[in-house]
């Protein structure tokens, strides 16, 4: 399955992709998981005011980071605040936008005020994220010749939060979520999912909506920490090892680099790496690693069934083998 759709960076700034050695950890970084390649949920506590006010009418926004690289998680977040702060919270006072136009050290500082307590946003806000990880992602798509692609599994992380947020009893009126694919396509499954629900599907919409700018806050955040989680598993103990494998994009050089200098002989990478993406499996075909997926039909009525016997050339191999071990068969005239 070709990837080179997905791993493109569009127009990112490649060095803007690099997450900073010192960015801000939001409760939203799981280590275990992500240290063992699981895809895991955190939901921030409902703000109090809507605890005390459940029929506030709350305006809820959808973004995503790292559906292109072949290092790290895909992190889906949401974001959702009373429908009257929108506005004025979000974009007049402390200025969202898009994850991608924003530094990284704003962005850092961004999500430092998202959690902490003193805050206006942390006290009028709500946010969630969904963190698909590299191995499942993979997975996935190396399942059924690849029918749970990318798309499918973003459309199910989406549902899936904001069903749960709707679950605790906030009052979503109005949605807005950047779009994958066809804008009108995407935004009908959503209605036909969600009917009570006004949803607007937008390409760019971190960059139109403040609601999605802080959910692109959230998500991106997430996955730089994310990262930095996955990085320090490889340095020294007691090391702070820069981040060595840069954004994760295939088409940052210090991230093939990466890959090409710590390519295990026959697992390949851990859990940090999309095994899916043509830019490993190249990797992989040219080191000659011994992952190959090629199996041969075997007779399921033998009896004699060996694990060797399920790959490709097996017996050839093992006849070639026996013959130069023991010698070469000769006539029963010799003795």
Known sequence: M????????????????????????PPSIHDLPILTGESYTHHSAIP????????????????EAGRGPVLGPMVYALYYLPTTFHHSLLAETHHFDDSKVLTQVVRSELMQKICTSETDLYQHSGWAIRSLSARDISAAQLQAQGSYNLNAQAMDATIALIQEVLDKGVNIREV??????????????????????????????????????????????????S????CTSYAA??????????????????????????????????????????????LLEVKGAPCKGDWAEVDEAEDNMKLTGFFVGAEEEQEDEMTTWFGKRVAVEVF
Not at 227 to 230: R, S
Request: net charge negative; with cysteine; charged share 25%.
């Open 2 to 25: 070709d990837q080179t759709m997905e791993e493109q960076t569009e127009s990112q700034n490649i060095a803007n992709e690099t997450p900073i050695k010192d960015v801000f950890t």
């Open 237 to 282: 103990p007691g090391s702070e090892e820069p981040m060595v494998w840069g954004s994760g994009y295939p088409s940052d050089a210090r991230c093939t680099t990466w890959l090409k200098g710590n390519m295990h002989p026959v697992f390949g990478w851990g859990s940090e790496c999309r095994f899916s993406w043509g830019t490993a499996k190249e």
């Open 227 to 230: 990262l930095k989680v996955l």
């Open 176 to 225: 807005y979520i950047d779009t994958i694919g066809p804008p009108a396509t995407y935004q009908k499954k959503l209605e036909r999912i969600f009917p009570s629900l006004q949803i607007t599907v937008a390409k760019k919409a971190d960059s139109l909506y403040p609601c999605v700018s802080a959910a692109s806050v959230c998500a991106k955040v997430t996955r730089d920490a």
């Open 48 to 63: 109090q005011t809507l605890v005390d006010d459940p029929a506030t009418e709350c305006v809820l926004g959808v973004d």
